[in-house]
């Protein structure tokens, strides 16, 4: 286990040097508190997308723990209200025990609910701006409690204005959902499969979820002390968006490995970094033993702390995974966490 006096204890990566003071607060007041006594500060809830530096961070590193959910049912449709250090699965199985539409998707992801309108977290075809009414936020600028609209947050790509933004920092999250025991019409193809059913159908919430939790327990994307292909912060590198003519040149490249999954974007288009990284020469289990780190052996877009790695070690390779497609694919990818007192 990592030692209790660092960050990596902290992390879902189990990575990171120790901090210059750590508060944990669990009320609002205290959270406030915190926040207004000034100098360099991380915010820290879940861990599970940050990549921490060997040397820690020297200011305050704050730990949300703050917990609780309150739901408003009217016509049909369920306001939920949820505490920013609340663990996020926790949100989703209460939603799915409930009978609660529109987070089903998202089973299965570790942080906090705090976390997720900062990254605007997606998966198997849902993101947290379908359902995100309103976040409510403390405002360093303006010293005071706003509420921001889902249409002020600047929900775009897995980012938000909240994200490598330290203005706001999240206290709680409005969910619209709907009252039903049926899923939003799945998205992604692969789920659709897993479930039996076709794109653009809908099925029982507890289903979905099972088959969401079993897919991603299947790519090591469930956290699992015994199995250190889950120490990682989930996708490394977010999925590249390209102009539609360097898709075609992708296309070229790629002509003797068959075509690139790609989906729409707009005017561009989305590719797959994990295609795009294995077709690169990265198999699953990349990586050197000897500095303890490697990309996991269920899912290439995961780097992973095989218990004795490092940050240093982490970046080394995710500047390799990079190269290597760019090298490969004239396509840069980019990291999907937050980088603290670190950069690639």
Not at 24 to 46: F, K, N
Not at 164 to 175: G, I, M
Request: glycine share 12%.
């Amino acid at each position: 286990m990592p030692e209790p006096r660092t960050l990596a204890a902290f992390t879902t990566l189990r990575l990171g040097g120790p901090a210059g003071r750590l508060i944990e607060v669990t009320t609002e007041a205290e959270t406030l508190a915190a926040l207004r006594s000034g100098g360099d500060q991380l915010i820290l809830a879940g861990g599970s997308n940050v990549v921490v530096a060997d040397e820690g961070f020297p200011g305050t590193v704050v730990l949300l723990r703050r917990r609780g959910l309150t739901s408003d049912i009217r016509d049909g449709e369920v306001t939920l209200t949820v505490a920013a250090g609340h663990p996020w699965d926790d949100v989703v199985a209460t939603a799915v025990s409930s009978g609660w539409s529109g987070i089903e998707s998202l089973s299965g992801i570790p942080g906090s609910a705090g976390a997720t309108p900062i990254q605007n977290v997606g998966a198997y075809g849902q993101e947290v701006a379908e359902t995100i009414a309103e976040v409510r936020a403390y405002d360093r600028e303006r010293d005071e409690v706003v509420t921001i609209p889902a249409a002020g947050c600047g929900f775009a790509y897995r980012t938000s204005i909240f994200k490598h933004n330290a203005r706001h920092v999240v206290l709680s999250v409005v969910f619209r959902l709907k009252v039903s025991g049926r899923s939003t019409p799945i998205a992604y193809a692969e789920l659709a499969r897993t479930l039996g059913v076709e794109p653009g159908a809908t099925a029982p919430l507890e289903e979905v979820r099972a088959a969401v939790l079993k897919l991603r327990a299947g790519k090591g994307m469930v956290l699992d002390p015994a199995d250190p292909d889950t120490y990682s912060v989930g996708s490394f590198f977010t999925n590249p968006v390209v102009p539609a003519a360097d898709f075609e040149r992708v296309r070229e490249l790629a002509a003797e490995l068959g075509p690139p999954p790609s989906w729409p974007a707009g005017d561009s288009v989305k590719l797959s970094a994990a295609w795009l990284i294995e077709r690169a020469g990265f198999a699953k289990g990349h990586g050197d033993g000897a500095r303890g780190v490697a990309l996991s052996g269920k899912h290439t877009l995961a780097l992973t702390n095989r218990g004795t790695g490092s940050t240093s070690a982490l970046l080394d390779l995710a500047r390799e995974i990079r190269a290597g497609v760019e090298a490969r694919f004239g396509v840069t990818l980019h990291p999907e966490p937050v980088l603290v007192n670190c950069s690639l």
